[in-house]
């Protein structure tokens, strides 16, 4: 069996963060004969294999080409600062930013200096637009729905959201989210979640008591079939991009 398939611990929540700086973790993919580096020079969460790709990219200064993205992939610069180019379209992403790239996109990159770029990839993506599409940074966020009350412990809090992108068949959505502060009790994941908190802090504790907090700044990824809690008691805003399925 091959390591994705060889778990020492039950899905969870993950610090990506500090995935991303550590150079010896994760899972390196196998390079094929002059492919670019923005798809060569990758590490892999270990996650079961499926819908999901979650992992690393760590990029020398330079410049490249990808000619075609094999499927739509949300990206976050945890460090230095990346330019997208296609067809006209100029994509500058600093620490903290985030955008879509979709399936079969061609784009060039440059990097000033080595980045580090956090992903997630839908592999099940359909050939749409092929475009680069940017996550706002100032959004105008509309009402949204709000946890299912059988898991609240606190008042309903009042939530409110921005969609950047949402695929074709709906699994795949990516934006803005905010949230009042609630606090409710340990909740089946049916979806991977990957979030960035823009303000505020959470935190989680899974079935098995561990927990763990995240605050502004920090990227971390909640695993599919994960078992997990939330407390929040500070106004929190996060940006996402979400596996659910259908």
Known sequence: MSSLQQRA???????????ARDPTRGIPVTAQDGEDAFLSSRRLLDLPPGPVTVGKIALD?????????PADEFIIV?????????MGQTVVLGAGNSAVILR?????????????IIFMRYNHSVVGSRALVPIAQAPELQPSGTPPA?????PAPVCRNHTDYRS????FVCG???STPYHRRVMPYIHYELMHLLSGSVTFQDETGRSGTFSEGDIFLVEQHA???????EHVAKVYAIFRPS
């Open 176 to 178: 803005t989210w905010d």
């Open 9 to 19: 611990t039950p899905a969870t929540f993950v610090d990506l963060r500090e995935f």
């Open 227 to 233: 078992q997990c809690s939330w407390e929040s008691r």
């Open 104 to 116: 079969d996109a061609w784009f060039a990159w440059r990097a000033e200096a080595p980045a580090t």
């Open 61 to 69: 200064a330079g410049a490249g080409a990808v000619d075609a993205l």
């Open 78 to 86: 945890s460090e230095g600062s990346l330019t997208l180019t296609r």
């Open 168 to 171: 074709e068949d709906g699994q």
């Open 150 to 154: 059988e898991f609240m412990l606190t």
